[in-house]
């Protein structure tokens, strides 16, 4: 099961490079399906919930009135602001004022915004919200070309007049945030050049845009008859529900039919991949960085070591992956496992239903080993409504958290199902609501954006301490299964997919450096030998369809620039941090505690660092795939016993 972090720009056109515009993380896939799923004809109207369950967004703004009063507001600051424009190196004192009018700024802006997406979000079909949203994205847009002086004018600066300034007390807060912008300097372009690689933004974007539009509208998706005389057309979604049928033929017949369609693309999906390399390798090139992994990870000081040793200690545990496999080809029967049959559920469906207010107690529970100030805040939070629980008519499907309301407090939109992935999409998202209250709480507004590297740590943190709570506490042998099945499918999906997905994208970027054309064979030969290798083929664990090599077209994380190794980062990090803290270690607890506090104050590494993990080395990796093991002796012990 895969969760995303998606950092959200609310300010059309702003752009503050060392300073992201985080505040909101989205659960998708998986969890969003079952939202969807779940609304039917008989989803209330949002009239008829009770209040208890539904987000109070009288904390953020009375009524419209008192909205319309705070953009007026800021409507005069952004006004306002252009008196900083070629004053900023006259003194610290001058840069001070700016920057402190800057974040007070964008502060005033995201709590605006964060009113106008609730009200858009609970209810499509109210016009208020979608009409707030788009005053406030105009309003944004004038705030970022207001703005766009700043970082240039910092940057303008002789370094060694800066450095005297950065030394005065009236910068001292701000210190972590100037040396994040200063320390691009090398890779910042003059003022003229760099308006050139901005015109050319949306050039660079085409490949992307296209590849949607293409993937999502005009792929002529193949219509299969199962088994039970069923009709279905193949689209995304309906492959993504359909690979996972209990019957064999059916799964084989429609992973054939909609690879097919995709190899019957794949030379113009090969041009736009390639296109998007290209795009990658320009802007590296352009702004001297020495490969284009470089310059992905460079953005958020990220280390490439990270990167290569994610992919080293992945590989190095392949054996626990191809462990895992054997026990799904034991449980479905077969005498030899294909890919096409990794999505089906080796584990009976079981009814283990969580209505919300049982969630939330098992939830509060759960949480226990990481302190009662901890779970007096999730107590808070429920009690003063900061979630939207239901599914309602018009509301947005999935879930999400929104930290951007500084001042305020985070806000969580579920649609709660009554079961246990329901309930566990609880936990993750109150991961997030804790990350961003404690944040915001303890670090001025400028240093509260947590980076996106370490984004999902506190919600599988959260996830993984639900589990581990709930798998002790079950005597049912099928549900004690159904959980332990799907945390090792997490590890399949979560950790040995994107590790997978890192590597070819590695691969692609290296090979395009080298001057080889992405063509779609070359595509095809590169990530089939990953399939390959990392699901055990030679070894006779699972074999790989040559037709399957094409699944590299299907996956738009590839455009994403190196993006996609922080999903396995994560959930390695996530898991050695439960552990650590669900056996009772205090002192893992309060450092992963501080790690939440400090928000963006440090680097990525730096911070994960103070919660005890260091995702340079191999211990963090050893801890977490020690629990691997562990939950395959289980099942093993269990599927003995049914």
Known sequence: MQRTTTTVILVTGLVLSSWSMAGTTVKTEANMAASAKGKSATTPERKDVEEALKWNLKDLYADQAAWEKDLKKLEGQVKAFKKYKGKLNTGASKLRSCLDDQFDIIKRLYRLS?????????????????????????????????????????????????????????????????????????????????????????????????????????????EVTLKDGQKVKLSQAMYGRYRATTDRADRIKVFQAFWQTYKDFRETLAGLLSGAVKRDHFVAGVRGYKTDLDAALGATNVPTNIYT????????????????????????????????????????????????????????ESLAPLGKDYVALMQKAFDERWTDVLPTKGKRSGAYMSGSAYDVHPYVLLNHNDNYNSMSTLAHEFGHAGHSYYSNRDQDFHNS??????????????????????????KDLKKKLFLLGEYLESWRTTVFRQALFAEFELKIHQMAQDGKPLTADLLDKTYLSLLREYYG????????????????????HFFYNFYMFQYTTSFIA????????????TKARDNYLSMLSAGGSRYPVALLKMAGVDMSGAEPYKVAFESMEKALDEVEKLMEKK
């Open 114 to 222: 964060s009113y106008a997406r609730r009200l858009h979000d609970q209810d499509a079909g109210d016009a208020l919200g979608q009409q707030l949203h788009e005053r406030i994205g105009q309003v944004g847009t004038r705030m970022g070309a207001a703005m766009s002086f700043v970082e240039p004018e910092i940057l303008a600066i002789p370094a060694k007049k800066f450095a005297g300034f950065a030394k005065t007390k009236a910068l001292a807060k701000y210190k972590h945030y100037l040396d994040n912008t200063t320390r691009l300097r090398k890779h910042t372009l003059s003022p003229k050049e760099e308006e050139i690689v901005a015109r050319a933004g949306d050039l660079l974007g085409v490949p992307y845009d296209i590849y949607q539009t293409m993937s999502t509208l005009n792929l002529p998706f193949a």
């Open 309 to 364: 040793n994610m992919i080293e200690q992945v590989r190095a545990g392949r054996p626990l992956l191809w462990r895992y496999l054997k026990l799904r080809k034991k449980a479905l029967g077969l005498k030899e496992l294909g890919y096409h049959d990794l999505y089906t559920s080796i584990i009976p469906s079981v009814d283990m239903p969580y209505p919300y207010e049982k969630a939330k107690g098992v939830v509060l």
């Open 537 to 556: 083929e030679k070894e006779g664990v699972c074999t790989i369809d040559p037709l399957y090599a094409v699944e590299w077209s299907f996956i738009p």
């Open 449 to 474: 954006d947590y980076p996106i590297f370490i984004a999902e740590v506190a919600s599988i943190t959260n996830e993984s301490l639900l589990r581990l709570f709930v798998s002790s506490k079950e």
């Open 574 to 585: 996530s898991t050695a941090i439960a552990l650590k803290i669900h056996g009772g270690d």
